[in-house]
């Protein structure tokens, strides 16, 4: 333009001198960065000037050729040759205007960029000629030319960014020759390439293939190209940066962005093949073939991509998944620090390889010492040194993969010994080099070898020494700085905190001239006895350690405590025994300290010999009492430093093994005394030890002897408040088991009248005492019972006597002079008081001596209550008075009368106080027959009347006795029983109504007689009666039930109690049904007798208590047991069609629990029976056991392990029942079934006033949990349930000791092991309980599983397999052990765990009874021990079927095969054969010499025949026979083809003792007949190699497939039909072992 600046279009783009836009090499308008014009001046794009931080306009230097100046990088430079800075205050750069780009030096020359000298940088040159090149990004990029043979140049550049380039060649004067424009494509970036794969991350096996992935995604842009190295350019150490040599690439070598290559161990290239999966990934696939290390080289523009090379360790072709780990050392539990873990391996079907161990301590830097050890062909003994305590991992490893069960989780005991050692010191913390370091270490009284060790960047010289006082102090001196290890172990485990790591720095200088000293110990005032301090400050003295030594007055040498506070400072402290100068002198790393050594006078201080002890704690101590004694220090001297020492000893004083030191609760009482308080759980000898400032006073320690707890340790019910009838009699059981010897003493008294009832003790067994009483008169009554004069807990007790009602309640009353009887003329007086008696009548009548009938005149004063009565006697003699009440006799009537006279009335008869009957005054033979009082003599219907007649006084005579029911006078039979003091009176009603009963003496009435008494209905208890009883045997896991009628027992309530064979306590819960009667059941403890008492309102029922013998209960009762089918089949069928079995269709089985069904093989006929289980998807196998119950019948137990859809294979012979495998599903416990008390410690605990039971209901599903508690009086207990998370948290709130009933329910069903039952005590307000065996069965041993183990039989070398589920147990550890009970050899018992599960496999090899012993952490589980008897062989064990070419032949059409009876000696031998379609034939036995035996038949059909050889009607070893007939002679001519698939071998031994079992293993595919002809079969073993196999016999519908397993896996069968695969082909079968 005019203005001599480029034209500019509307956007910045420079115009050409038409003003159109100017046009790069690509097409597009150029458009200006910065331009700078002719004066300097810096424009932006926009053409406006720039302006710089500083707000000013921008100029840039020029040139000589008046060109602006640029810098190296392109950037535009100011007059002073430095960066021009723009408004941003970064560097201005020069946009793609190239025209100001560049200018000409002095010498004509282009000026290009400028050196950091400010000088200009030469472009370029070639010739007569320059290059410039500019980037995308308009900065110069260097180049090379290079001038050519033939005068041409070359120019080589390395542009570093993808984009457009143009390259200027510029001539000697400076005008452009040329503008070449280029585009640069992306480079691949090798660093942003990232690897990955199995070959990478897992596991590389030999002969296995393998792979890698190569990730080029960020790489750059793509698509690239990947490709191996040839295999010459890897011999020759052709890869760029891998190996030492650089020799050349193969000429074939292939020219990729990627290039790969993997290196075997002996530089060897593998070969490899490499697949682009597109979207930049690459899948690189080879196959080592040699085991060892071996490299992944991958290389991307001659760089090594990020990791590589990768090292590859390639492993030997083993199967970790066939590895079996047992021993003590990869248990859960079971392991001590200090002692080694110890585990074995057991290879010997894995195939090749190597055990790896590797052990992870809870210290990272902690080593655990791990020894392999290969013992024999696959067994490796494996053994670390777990010397911390914690928990630690095991990962075993073989052939670089872990086998199963691996990860083992170990929790590694403490040593209790070690963790009585204390090490302290900054020695074990920080140090310095070259200088000593120390710690102390304190043993505490513990027992072993203490060994101290140092480890670290140099070795160190270690020197113990001895305190004196127990300790020991440990010094060490390293020579390097640097982190080092400290070990202290005792036996083998590292103590506390160990070990540890102390930091050792360079040694510095300390200057012991800055340490200062302080403290009493120092002054004036120092005294014997007591504990004088002194303080050293050397904070400011730089590293080093303190040394004191303090000496008495007669030279002794002082012990001292120095306590090294690691700030710098230490506190000494030691206690003078001698009055006089000390002599003190402290040193400090090996200097005197400021002051030192000091001279301290010490005065006359403390005696301990003064401390005077005393109290009842030291002279009559019990048990579960807080014991009191006192120690008095007035009178020894200052201090205040008193300690107490209490633990159990033995009969000879030595201190217990693993005894509790009790608890002391020490407390100043003021003026030097203390009181002490302990209280010992247990009674027997303990050893008290006082010390006052660290010395015992005189008769100290001194031992102790802890008696019983008395009275707190004796257990009763609660029976405060109790309320009874009147007359009652009640008992009550009190425990004094846990009192100790001593004095129990029981009285009851009247609370109103102040008299004492009578009380009777009775002993019971194990220290029981039954405690009975019959309180008299209403109200309360104080019972007091102690022990040793110490009121037992909560007594004394007060209950109550309700007071009589009715006719109970009336009494004769004196009149105002004291008199029972006043005379009023002819008139006889007296008072009855009916105060207390209710509304009712009162009558009365009086008969004379001859029999009249004088009637009594009442008349009743309503305001007092009181009764007046009289009559006119008539008649002197005995007069008979009876008085009624509505109805009843009054207490005391009927009574009798003497009148002689009006004056002279003598009363006799009526109720004395004893009870013991009335006896009539005058002297008669007949007066001094004694008989009780019958009036008011109460007998309930169904009871027979007993009446005691007592002949001592009166001497022998003839006593008669009449009995009549009054309403139907008819005679009720009667019996005389002769008893030692003379007769017995036996009366039998049977019909409710008062009856006479007329007693006789030598012909005359008894005073009295007739006697009158009345039958009631039965109420109460008595009218109780037992309706239904128990049933035995039972089922397993089924209550003891009985039906209760109470239909006429009026108001009250059933409670039972239960005793089992142990005598422990079982919960008895009752039930009302909707017919009123009341269903009473509880759990049966083990098989034996069970005592059942049933009480309504505290009355024994009839019958009761009951012995209840209790037989077959197992624990096992969480099961599903299936009953057979109805026969769906001809029930003749034979084989597999005929086996009878259960209609699993739509059959729910819960996890956890057992399905049991029966198999009836009546109708199959000989054969053997495979039952197998699986879990459909996960393919994990269940536990089956299958057991023979009688000829023809099998029971069969199958415990799934997951939920899911299970496959339950059932075979007979090797072919599958029709519809096997069956399918069955399997659901996560629901509903009350799966609520459980929580398996942790937190699962019972005391919480305020009350217990907390936590519940799990996490897996139950909807649904409501209610609770229920009673109490030892049968009240209910305060109960709430509350919601925790998945948790709900129930509390009882007890408030009286005794044994607690807890019902838990989930949505109105009992959760299992509900009711719970817990014993309550109350200590000093504070709640104690105890877990009954009810709620132990809910943990540990009692949750363990097992079939019954009751029918065991076996013969020598049959083995049983035994599945037990420990799933429910929580933490623990199984044991199993079996003895031979006769001989006392123990039997081998293999292990199997697959996760909570066990297989116990048992073989015995003598005959004998056997014990089987299954404990969980030292328990036995429900029915363990188990005994079983083993036998020996039967004769029929000792046959067997001969093998071999020799023993079988053909010849026209028939088979004969040969077995021998030799061992058994002569027998019946048969045989009967079924054919391939379960038709049975009978075939011909022949005998041979030596006891040897032809068995032959004539085939029908090809395929697989079994042959069923019996000896004395018992199936002989090898039977039955499996004979696959191949083909069958065509007409007269040709031969059998034929295989002996299954027999007894005896080709491997001698003497038929070592045999071995041939098998084939046999299928049946549906493969239909029209295929058979051009079918052909492969298999394939676990470990990829080829099994022998072979088509068998074929049927309209199938195909037998034969094959011979090595060893058990998933073998894979590939079934082709002209060459392809048979559709459904290849199939998996699993082979569970020979």
Not at 538 to 547: F, I, K, L, Q, R
Not at 925 to 938: D, E, G, I, Q, T
Request: charged letters at 25%.
């Amino acid at each position: 333009g005019p203005d001599g600046n480029p034209l500019r279009g509307p956007g910045g783009e420079l115009l050409d001198e038409n003003g159109n836009p100017l046009i790069d090499a690509n097409g597009k308008p150029v458009k200006p960065g910065t331009t700078v014009g002719p004066d300097g001046t810096v424009y932006g794009p926009d053409g406006n000037p720039l302006l710089g931080p500083d707000g000013k306009p921008l100029k840039a230097g020029l040139g000589p050729d008046g060109n602006p100046l640029v810098g190296p990088d392109g950037s535009l430079l100011g007059p002073d040759g430095k960066p021009l800075l723009g408004p941003d205050g970064k560097p201005i750069g020069p946009g793609n205007d190239r025209t100001h780009a560049t200018g000409l030096g002095p010498d004509g020359k282009p000026l290009g960029p400028l050196g950091a000298d400010g000088k200009p940088l030469p472009v370029e040159e070639g010739g007569d000629m320059t290059v410039m090149c500019v980037g995308p990004n308009g900065e110069l990029v260097p180049v090379e030319v290079i001038e050519n043979p033939d005068g041409t140049y070359s120019v080589r550049s390395a542009p570093g960014m993808e984009g457009d380039y143009v390259a200027d060649i510029i001539g000697p004067d400076g005008k452009k020759l040329a503008s070449i424009p280029f585009h640069v494509e992306p480079q691949i970036d090798a660093s942003k390439i990232k690897l990955g794969g199995d070959s990478i991350d897992g596991i590389v096996k030999k002969d296995r293939p393998t792979s890698f992935e190569i990730d080029t995604s960020d790489a750059g842009k793509g698509p690239f190209t990947a490709s191996p190295y040839e295999p010459d350019t890897v011999r020759n150490g052709g890869i760029p940066g891998i190996g030492d040599r650089n020799g050349p690439k193969s000429p074939n070598e292939e020219d990729t962005d990627v290039k790969i290559a993997v290196i075997g161990p002996n530089g060897e290239p593998v070969d490899c093949t490499v697949v682009d999966k597109g979207d930049g990934l690459f899948d690189v696939q080879y196959k080592p073939s040699k085991e060892g290390p071996h490299k992944v080289v991958v290389i991307a523009n001659d760089d090594l991509v990020p990791g590589a090379p990768v090292p590859v360790n390639v492993f030997p072709n083993g199967d970790a998944s066939k590895c079996k780990a047992s021993g003590p050392g990869i248990e859960p539990k079971g392991l001590m620090a200090g002692k080694p873990g110890t585990f074995k391996i057991d290879a010997q079907r894995a195939g090749d390889g190597d055990v790896e161990v590797i052990v992870t301590s809870p210290n990272p830097k902690f080593d655990a010492n791990v020894k392999v050890t290969k013992r024999g062909q696959g067994i490796f003994d494996c053994e670390y040194n777990p010397s911390m305590k914690g928990p630690y991992e095991v990962r075993v490893l073989f052939a670089g993969e872990e086998i199963p069960g691996s990860t083992f989780g170990v929790n590694v005991a403490p040593n209790p010994n070690a963790e009585k050692v204390n090490v302290s010191g900054k020695g074990l913390k920080k140090g310095y080099a070259k200088k000593p370091n120390k710690f102390i270490v304190e043993p505490n009284g513990a027992e072993g070898a203490l060994n101290f060790d140092v480890e670290g960047p140099s070795k160190c010289d270690i020197d113990v020494q001895d305190n004196g006082d127990g300790t020991v102090t440990v010094v060490y001196t390293p020579q390097e700085a640097g982190e080092y290890t400290v070990n202290v172990t005792l036996d083998g485990a590292q103590v506390p905190n160990g070990p540890f790591y102390p930091q050792i720095e360079e040694p510095q200088p300390s200057d012991a001239s800055k340490v200062k000293l302080s403290g009493n110990g120092i002054g004036n005032n120092v005294k014997t006895g007591v504990p004088a301090t002194i303080k050293i400050d050397a904070s400011e003295a730089g590293p080093g350690d303190v040394a004191i030594n303090i000496k008495g007055p007669n030279g002794s040498k002082v012990p001292v405590k120095i306590k090294d506070n690691e700030d710098g400072t230490y506190d000494v402290t030691f206690i003078p025994e001698d009055v006089g100068n000390h002599n003190i002198d402290v040193k400090f790393d090996g200097s005197k300290v400021p002051g030192a050594p000091l001279t301290v006078p010490v005065k006359p201080g403390i005696d301990a010999n003064k401390v005077k002890c005393s109290g009842d704690g030291l002279t009559n101590p019990k048990a579960k009492h807080d014991n009191q004694f006192t120690i008095d220090t007035s009178a020894a001297g200052p201090g205040d430093d008193v300690t107490v020492e209490i633990i159990p000893i033995d009969k000879n004083g030595n201190p217990l093994t693993g005894g509790r030191r009790i608890p002391v609760d020490i407390k100043d009482l003021g003026n030097g005394v203390k009181s002490c308080v302990f209280n010992p759980d247990e009674e027997g000898p303990y050893l008290v030890d006082v010390k006052f400032c660290g010395k015992n006073p005189k008769e100290f320690p001194q031992a102790i002897v802890v008696r019983g707890p008395g009275a707190q340790g004796c257990l009763l019910p609660n029976i405060n408040g109790l309320e009874i009838e009147p007359d009652q009699e009640i008992t009550i059981p009190v425990d004094i088991s846990g009192a100790g010897p001593g004095n129990f003493t029981v009285t009851c008294i009247n609370d109103t009248t102040g008299e004492q009832d009578t009380v009777r003790v009775i002993d019971g067994p194990n220290l029981m005492k039954n405690v009975t009483m019959k309180p008299t008169g209403a109200g309360p009554h104080t019972i007091t019972m102690t022990f040793d004069d110490e009121d037992l807990p909560g007594g004394p007790f007060t209950i109550a006597v309700k007071k009589p009602v009715g006719a109970d309640a009336c009494s004769m009353k004196p009149s105002k002079d004291g008199k029972l009887f006043t005379a009023d003329g002819d008139f006889l007086q007296f008072l009855i008081d009916l105060s207390s008696a209710g509304p009712g009548n009162l009558t009365g009548i009086a008969k004379t001596p001859s029999g009249k009938t004088i009637s009594i005149e009442i008349e009743v004063d309503k305001e007092t209550g009181l009764a007046h009565l009289k009559f006119q006697p008539t008649e002197k003699g005995i007069h008979l008075i009876n008085l009624l009440f509505n109805g009843h006799p009054i207490p005391g009537c009927p009574f009798e009368m003497d009148i002689q006279g009006p004056a002279n009335v003598t009363m006799n008869g009526g109720k004395p106080k004893d009870g013991s009957g009335s006896v009539c005054l005058d002297l008669e033979p007949r007066s001094l027959v004694v008989v009780p009082n019958l009036v008011n003599c109460k007998v309930v219907r169904g009871q027979d009347m007993r009446i005691p007649i007592d002949l001592t006084f009166s001497g022998d005579g003839v006593v008669e006795v009449t009995c009549i029911h009054d309403s139907s006078l008819q005679h009720v039979p009667c019996k005389l029983i002769d008893t030692p003091n003379g007769k017995e009176v036996q009366v039998s009603p049977k019909e409710p109504g008062w009856y006479t009963v007329h007693l006789k003496f030598n012909g005359e009435n008894l005073p009295g007689s007739p006697y009158k008494f009345e039958v009631k209905e039965p109420t109460g208890a008595d009218a109780c009666r037992i309706k239904r009883g128990p049933k035995s045997p039972l089922k397993d896991g089924d209550d003891v039930t009985l039906i209760i009628d109470v239909s006429k027992a009026g108001e009250g309530q059933l409670l039972g109690t239960c005793k089992g064979p142990d005598s422990s306590n079982i919960p008895v819960k009752t039930k009302e049904l909707d017919n009123g009667d009341i269903e009473v059941f509880f759990k049966p403890k083990g098989d034996g007798d069970h005592t059942l008492d049933l009480q309504f309102n505290n009355r024994s029922i009839p019958g009761c208590p009951a012995v209840i013998n209790i037989r077959h209960v197992t624990a096992d009762s969480m099961g599903v047991v299936l009953e057979l089918a109805p026969w769906e089949v001809d029930a003749s069928a034979k084989g597999a069609k005929g086996v009878r079995h259960p209609n699993f269709d739509q059959i729910m089985v819960q996890l956890n629990q057992t399905m049991k069904f029966p198999l009836d093989l009546s109708a199959s006929g000989p054969g053997n029976v495979e039952v197998s289980c699986m879990h459909e998807k996960s393919k994990q196998p269940c536990p089956v056991t299958v057991i023979p119950t009688k000829q023809g019948a099998l029971e069969v137990s199958v415990k799934p392990l997951e939920t899911g859809m299970h496959l339950l294979h059932i075979t007979f012979n090797g072919v599958d029942l029709p519809k096997s495998p069956f399918r069955f599903n399997v659901e996560s416990p629901s509903g009350a079934n799966a609520v459980t008390l929580k398996k942790n410690a937190s699962a019972v605990k005391v919480v305020k006033d009350g217990v907390q039971f936590a519940i799990d209901c996490s897996r139950a599903g909807p649904g409501v949990l209610t609770a229920a508690c009673t109490g030892p009086d049968g009240q209910l207990v305060p109960c709430e349930c509350k919601k925790s998370g998945s948790d709900q948290l129930i509390t009882i709130k007890p408030t009286v000791p005794g044994l607690h009933i807890l019902e838990v329910m989930w949505d109105g069903q009992q959760i299992p092991g509900s009711p719970i039952e817990i014993m309550i005590n109350m200590q000093d307000g504070r709640i104690v309980y105890e877990l009954c065996d009810i709620l132990l069965m809910l943990m540990g041993a009692f949750t363990v599983r097992t079939p019954d183990l009751s029918n065991i039989q076996l013969e020598i070398n049959q083995f049983i397999r035994i599945p037990i589920d420990c799933r429910l147990a929580g933490p623990g550890k199984l044991q199993v052990t079996c003895k031979n009970e006769d001989t006392g050899t123990a039997i081998d018992c293999e292990m199997k765990k697959t996760g909570d599960m066990y297989e116990i496999t048992i073989k015995p090899t003598d005959p004998g009874k056997h014990a089987l012993n299954i404990m969980w952490d030292g328990k036995h589980i429900p029915g363990s021990p188990a005994y079983f008897t083993v036998k020996g062989p039967a004769p029929a064990r000792l046959c067997y079927i001969l093998s071999g070419a020799d023993h079988i032949k053909c010849s026209k059409g028939s088979i004969s095969f040969r077995c021998t009876t030799k061992e058994a000696g002569k027998g019946e031998l048969t045989a009967v054969g079924v054919d391939p379609f379960g038709k049975q034939f009978e075939c011909q036995v022949t005998e041979e010499p030596d006891l040897t035996y032809a068995i032959a038949f004539k085939p029908e059909v090809p395929g697989v025949h079994n042959v069923d050889v019996k000896y004395n009607g018992l199936s002989i070893n090898g039977s039955p026979a499996l004979i696959d007939i191949k083909s069958l002679p065509q007409g007269d001519e040709g031969g059998i083809s034929l295989e002996l698939i299954s027999c007894r071998d005896t080709t491997a031994g001698s003497g038929g003792t070592e045999t071995q079992v041939q098998q084939k293993a046999t299928i049946t595919l549906p493969i239909p007949k029209k295929d058979h002809s051009g079918l052909s079969v492969t298999c394939k073993g676990p470990d990829g190699s080829d099994i022998n196999c072979q088509l068998g016999a074929g049927t309209d519908t199938g195909i037998n497939i034969l094959f011979e397993p090595k060893s058990g896996g998933k073998h894979t069968l590939t079934v082709q039909l002209n060459g392809n695969n048979y559709p459904g082909t290849p199939v998996d079968v699993e082979v569970q072992g020979l």
